[in-house]
């Protein structure tokens, strides 16, 4: 039995309602209690900002593209390298570090809980491989379906119970916790070298459009009443214009689910852009934010871009294609057999760049604009828009008017004429960024009752607590000191535990991967489906045998079953 | 008893589909692999126990003392080598890197010999690539160029290209071209609907007339590239650009000829170029069955493929100094440690003859051309025989190795573990 007291915390936990309230947390046994007996150890936060752990609900850090990005980029991994030390192993790497960084520099800053955004099936042994390896965090993969023969063709047949029957057997196999789609069909138009254009493009050969894609697998999601809602990468990422396409996208959305969104746009600053070409490339924040604002059934992230070096992976083959005409770097492309595909570059977003200061802007716009911060919430779609050690700067930014002016000065001249930015005066306060960094997060993900992202009794022990008094900084004009105190945790309590302390990581931890297995009828299971076993037997490379995940590979196994109603 | 679905740890193929028939724990037939698969899981003479070397002679000594004499030998290293690798599973390769890690050591693959240059390439361009379903579903135009699968990779052809079911082809066999590129006129050529035959060190030219042609320049091209008609070239380039599909799985034969990581450079840049036209890819064909999850493991856990050197306690990088065969011939390195490979079989005689010089420990079920230099030789179980463990096919694909059959002989990673929880010990003490 370990006892632990955190005593005189300034508590903001946005789920309980609790704003600002100094209080104790007792924590017994890796958990949340009502009280500790007299022989707790003590740790006293002296009225520092108390927070749950922080959740990161769309982030890529483990998995076969995510190690392809530091395959082909040594000069990443010299850019960022730490010796062993103590019980900590080396680490390597900026913007793709290796397992150990990301697992490191996530628990300096206080986070305990990672989303891998895009796991394909076919290879999710990989991704739980290296979700063993990042000790400090539990894990959980979205999984890629946006390309996926046997849904598609049953799209095709109007049968969305076989959907929803392929996506739970496949979860079930692959151990993934929610449904991922990204570029829905155009995954597999460009294993033909092509594309969809928007929603209503059929895909070559199945004769599905995204519109439909979406909108069935969003009917199947909640069939299999799965903690989390569909995780959508809209049609047409980084094109002029493609605000349209975004919008028609969420506009195809009902109101399913009462306790959580039924659809989570993410990245939405890459799907908000105006103009006809890049020449007249401009902001389109507003009208989301708008469309967004009026829809409790969708919570979209950021996906902020900061300036600098970074690199990005997505399993949207076809964009980074176009990414790869336009920058002239290295580019890798891995398509993966009925499922889904990758692409990786590198960047660099430059504030002497029009397109990039934009793209920076309505990153901002889009958290400034949505009224309710529980809709928008704080990613850089890590690594795409930058790397997650910029998550302070982007605290900073959004809680400073003063600090966004002054990068404002810094940036392509042109960008005021484009941009609603500067027009905005919201601060953000305190309360909503811990929306926005954990509690919002933790909701939309659907794993608040699994004890994550609050402080209440039973909720799993993960505290971040940031030498930062709020009664004492003024974020708006001392914002340096929110991004001090963001960046380095005074105490970072992972399952009871100190991991992290002033910037150190203390111990080698062991995570647990949470995964989700819907309880579908008899006639609805495909593992005994004939003619879903003859198609996998005759176009997989790999036997049907040999395709699931087994247990081995979770350190800690989470998994949440569902009652399908199927 | 018979064993389905089991997965062949032969070759980068990975082959998943094996049927091993088992009686008194001994494997009596193998069904669906090819012969190389086949001998593999038909077994030679295993080691029964550690050896000791000892004057001229052997002794056989247990698994605690040998796994002590290695941890012992790490401990007291100065630069110590960890290298192989390629022929284990992946968990114990993770443990291979806390091990070098903890030693501030030097731990290489077998890629530094192998497709270590085509690594390079891909970290200077990229890799345009996919998964081989993608090719058996889709190709209608596939080119082995410097690889020769019947010899190296022979269920290659019928799993995933010349005879195997494509969804999108009507008749695969019929509808699915071949182009075989090499020096000279392999069984794998004779069975090309193209064969183009280059002379030795002429990749890298003829690579640039393709690229040439296919960006329209065919009037540069002369009328011979490195023995290459202009003609065909013309026909081959077209070929390409017509093709609804194509794929291009490359071996040694390219990497490790004059021009090495240039002409796998200029060969993905021929394939990024053709992605303007039609669809295009192109992989490496990897031989040991997971040398890939090798490259994959050392990548998630220091940020490099291989040649990764941990002296200055941070993971650093440098092929051509810090891959084994340099550390060898520098006469650098005052132990090694060898997992899952033959160096001996390999390597340079100036390599070997520092091998020799040096305690050596290997971890090998069978004496191979390296027991000559070893001091002590641990037999292990094999992965995928009698153990289980991750395998990363040629694709990156990763797969859970069966076991077929039980033995007392402890895995690798059993191994392996015990000596890292020795040394940990020693040097908390």
């Given at each position: 039995m370990t006892e632990l007291l955190v005593k005189n915390a300034c508590v903001i936990d946005p789920l309980r309602g609790i704003n600002a309230e100094t209080m104790d947390i007792a924590i017994l046994d890796g958990k949340i209690v009502e009280e500790v007996s007299d022989a707790a150890e003590v740790i006293d936060a002296r009225g520092m900002l108390t927070l749950p752990g922080g959740v990161d609900s769309h982030t890529h850090i483990c998995g076969t593209k995510v190690n392809f990005g530091r395959y082909m980029s040594p000069e990443d991994m010299r850019a960022g390298r730490t010796p062993r030390q103590g019980p900590l192993h080396a680490?390597?790497?900026?913007?793709?570090?290796?397992?150990?960084?990301?697992?490191?520099?996530?628990?300096?800053?206080?986070?305990?809980?990672?989303?891998?955004?895009?796991m394909a099936p076919l290879e999710a042994r990989h991704t739980h491989e290296e979700f063993v390896y990042t000790?400090?965090?539990?894990?959980?993969?979205?999984?890629?379906?946006?390309?996926?023969?046997?849904?598609?063709e049953a799209i095709r047949d109007g049968d969305t119970k076989r959907v929803a029957a392929i996506i739970a057997w496949t979860l079930r196999a692959v151990k993934g916790f929610g449904v991922k789609l990204t570029n829905p069909g155009g995954t597999e138009a460009w294993q033909w070298g092509k594309n969809v254009s928007c929603i209503r493009d059929p895909v070559p050969y199945f004769e599905v459009t995204p519109a439909e894609i979406i909108r069935s697998i969003v009917e199947a999601n909640e069939l299999l009443g799965l903690p989390h809602s569909v995780h959508l990468h809209c049609n047409n990422l980084g094109t002029p214009g493609n605000y349209s396409c975004t919008l028609g996208s969420l506009g195809l959305i009902p109101d399913l689910n009462e306790k959580r969104q039924t659809l989570y746009a993410t990245h939405v600053q890459f799907h908000a852009y105006g103009g006809s070409d890049w020449k007249d490339f401009c902001s389109k924040s507003e009208p989301i934010a708008r469309f967004v604002d009026m829809r409790p059934q969708i919570v979209m992230d950021m996906g902020q871009v900061m300036f600098g070096r970074t690199t990005t992976m997505t399993a949207d083959g076809p964009m980074e294609f176009n990414l790869y005409r336009l920058h002239h770097e290295k580019w890798s492309n891995h398509d993966v057999e009925l499922e889904t595909g990758s692409g990786i570059i590198p960047v660099i977003y430059r504030r002497k760049n029009l397109v990039n200061s934009i793209m920076w802007a309505i990153g901002l716009e889009l958290a400034l604009l949505t009224k309710s911060p529980w809709q928008c919430l704080l990613t850089t779609d890590n690594p795409n828009g930058a790397p997650f050690v910029k998550y302070p700067e982007i605290i900073g930014l959004l809680m400073s008017k003063k600090y966004r002016d002054a990068e404002f000065a810094t940036i392509h001249p042109d960008t005021e004429a484009r941009v609603p930015l500067p027009a905005i005066e919201r601060e953000l306060d305190w309360y909503e960024i811990a929306v926005m960094t954990r509690a919002g997060q933790a909701k939309a993900l659907g794993i608040q009752d699994l004890g994550k992202g609050h402080l209440g009794p039973g909720a799993d022990a993960d505290v971040a607590i940031y030498p930062i008094r709020m009664d004492e900084v003024d974020p708006s004009a001392e914002y340096q000191k929110v991004i001090d105190a963001f960046s380095r945790t005074e105490y970072t309590i992972k399952r009871g535990r100190v991991v992290a302390r002033r910037g150190e990581c203390l111990v080698d931890g062991s995570n647990a991967t949470f995964w989700v297995s819907p309880k579908v009828s008899e006639a609805y299971d495909m593992g005994k489906d004939p003619d879903f076993i003859e198609k996998f037997d005759r176009y997989y490379t790999v036997r049907m045998r040999n395709y699931p995940v087994q247990e081995e590979y979770l350190n800690r196994n989470r998994c949440i079953e569902t009652e399908a109603r199927i | 008893m018979i064993v389905k679905d089991a997965v062949c740890p032969f070759?980068?193929?990975?082959?998943?589909?094996?049927?091993?028939?088992?009686?008194?724990?001994?494997?009596?037939?193998?069904?669906?692999?090819?012969?190389?698969?086949?001998?593999?899981f038909m077994g030679e003479k295993r080691m029964k126990s550690p050896i000791l070397r000892d004057g001229d002679r052997w002794k056989d000594i247990t698994y605690d003392e040998a796994v002590q004499y290695a941890a012992d030998m790490l401990l007291s290293a100065e630069r110590p080598l960890l290298y192989g690798w390629s022929g284990t599973h992946g968990e114990a390769q993770c443990v291979g890197v806390h091990m070098a890690e903890l030693v501030r050591g030097v731990i290489d693959n077998t890629s530094s010999v192998c497709h270590g240059p085509s690594i390079l390439a891909i970290q200077e361009v990229g890799h345009p690539g996919c998964t081989l379903g993608v090719v058996k579903n889709r190709a209608d135009l596939v080119i082995y160029w410097g690889s020769n699968p019947i010899d190296a990779h022979p269920r290659h052809l019928s799993r995933y290209t010349r005879y195997a079911e494509g969804f999108f082809l009507e008749n695969a066999f019929r509808d699915r071209k071949v182009i075989v590129v090499d020096v000279r006129k392999t069984e794998t050529a004779s069975i090309?609907?193209?064969?183009?035959?280059?002379?030795?060190?002429?990749?890298?030219?003829?690579?640039?007339?393709?690229?040439?042609?296919?960006?329209?320049?065919?009037?540069?091209?002369?009328r011979t590239v490195a023995g290459v008609a202009r003609e065909q070239l013309i026909r081959v380039a077209n070929l390409c650009k017509s093709a609804k599909f194509g794929a291009v799985y490359f071996g040694l034969g390219l990497t490790m000829t004059r021009g090495k990581y240039k002409n796998i450079r200029n060969a993905i840049e021929l394939v990024s170029e053709l992605s303007r036209h039609t669809k295009f890819t192109i992989s490496a064909m990897r031989g040991h069955y997971n040398v890939y999850g090798s490259n994959e493991v050392n990548t998630w856990m220091t940020g490099y493929p291989f040649g990764i050197d941990y002296s200055r306690g941070i993971a650093f990088y440098n092929p051509g100094e810090t891959t084994a065969v340099d550390i060898l011939a520098r006469k650098e390195c005052d132990a090694a440690l060898i997992v899952g490979s033959d160096p001996a079989a390999h390597f340079p005689r100036k390599c070997l003859e520092h091998l020799a010089d040096?305690?050596?420990?290997?971890?090998?079920?069978?004496?191979?051309?390296?027991?000559?230099?070893?001091?002590?030789?641990?037999?292990?179980a094999v992965t995928g025989i009698d153990a289980e463990g991750t395998a990363y096919r040629m694709d990156g694909v990763p797969i859970r190795t069966r076991k077929v059959l039980s033995t007392d002989y402890p895995s690798d990673r059993e191994v392996l573990s015990r000596m890292y929880a020795l040394m940990r010990e020693a040097l908390e003490r």
């Open positions: 680490t390597s790497g900026y913007s793709v570090p290796t397992t150990y960084g990301n697992s490191y520099r996530y628990s300096v800053m206080g986070y305990t809980t990672l989303l891998e955004g895009a000790p400090l965090q539990d894990t959980m993969a979205n999984t890629l379906f946006d390309g996926n023969w046997g849904i598609m | 070759c980068g193929c990975l082959c998943d589909d094996i049927e091993v028939e088992v009686e008194d724990d001994r494997v009596v037939a193998v069904t669906n692999a090819c012969e190389l698969g086949t001998t593999k090309a609907d193209e064969f183009v035959r280059i002379k030795p060190g002429g990749d890298y030219a003829v690579l640039s007339a393709l690229r040439a042609i296919v960006q329209g320049k065919t009037d540069t091209i002369p040096i305690p050596v420990v290997q971890l090998d079920p069978y004496p191979n051309a390296t027991t000559a230099f070893c001091n002590v030789q641990i037999p292990v």
